[in-house]
């Protein structure tokens, strides 16, 4: 069984934050002398024994460190997803983990539903906790590191980054695909183009891909502007379709992390 320990040290002792002690206790239904395994969410793991369990506390005895779990792609997905309403944007994150995204930034788009300023911190924060639910359950060592939100437009905007003049902007520190069910080639034939560094021209990986990251952009619910589309591509993103139908946001997103890891990643 696997444990969510924020600040795991390297020997001795801990006891679980509450959380985890109920989802240990009454989901897992762990005793004494279980065996445990504990992850920090950023790549740190450890074996560790159940050595008391108390009503409502208990103490997990460290074993051993490992650092990494093997787990993680080589590509690293950096997902942009517009905001999607309640659950879904749940859904969407929690998919994502899965599938292993290394980082999603919620965007606040033209056609954002939510007024996410209002509860911004309380929804980052419940974000973030779905990533490390979302990662405890597949195995890995690392939760997806979740951004602040930010306006598309600022994005993309070519204007000086956060370094201020001379920096780049966000979207221009990385090659990326905006999906955009209105036109674009499909993935496979994007891959073929050697636009990435990280393609061979066949639509495979090159050797030695490791440590290489693509942005992938997904609409909301009623999807991009035909000018956000335009800001995109001014700015470097390849624009890329999903087949014929329009999907919902939570299938695009999840079929468009699926197939780039398909093609270029740890799916294929
Ligand atoms: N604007 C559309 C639906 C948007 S679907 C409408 O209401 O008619 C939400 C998002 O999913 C889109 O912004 C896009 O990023 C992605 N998407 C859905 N279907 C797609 C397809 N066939 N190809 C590429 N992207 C797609």
Redesign the pocket.
């Known amino acids: 069984m696997r444990l969510y320990c924020p600040d795991l040290p390297d020997s001795g002792t801990i006891e679980l934050r509450p959380e985890e002690f109920n989802y240990a206790k009454n989901v897992l239904r762990a005793k004494p002398m279980d065996e445990v395994l504990l992850f920090d969410a950023r790549g740190k793991e450890a074996r560790g024994i159940i050595t008391r369990l108390d009503r409502d506390r208990f103490s997990i005895q460290i074993k051993e460190i490992s650092k990494n779990a093997g787990k993680e792609s080589a590509l690293g997905i950096r997902l942009l997803q517009?905001i999607l309403k309640g659950q879904k944007m749940d859904f969407v994150i929690q998919k994502a983990t899965e599938l292993g995204v290394s980082e999603i930034r919620p965007l606040i788009t033209g056609r954002t539903q939510v007024d996410i300023r209002m509860r911004e911190t309380r929804k980052l924060e419940r974000w973030r906790k779905i990533g490390v639910e979302a990662a405890r359950q597949c195995g890995r060592a690392v939760a997806p590191v979740m951004k602040e939100p930010m306006a598309f437009t600022d994005f993309f905007s070519p204007g000086p980054g956060p370094g201020g003049a001379g920096e780049p902007s966000e979207a221009q520190k990385g090659p990326g695909i905006i999906?955009?069910?209105k036109g674009g080639p499909g993935l496979k034939e994007l891959a073929k183009k050697r636009f990435f560094d990280f393609c061979d021209g066949q639509g495979s990986p090159v050797e030695g891909a490791e440590g290489r990251y693509i942005y992938l952009a997904?609409?909301?619910?009623?999807?991009?502007s035909e000018e956000e589309a335009a800001q995109a591509s001014g700015n470097g993103f390849y624009l890329?379709?999903?087949?014929?139908?329009?999907?919902?946001?939570e299938t695009?997103a999840i079929m468009a992390v699926g197939l780039v890891q398909f093609l270029l990643g740890d799916m294929g």
Do not use: D, T
């Open positions: 517009g999906f955009w069910e997904v609409g909301p619910e009623g999807g991009f890329a379709s999903l087949g014929p139908r329009i999907l919902r946001a695009a």
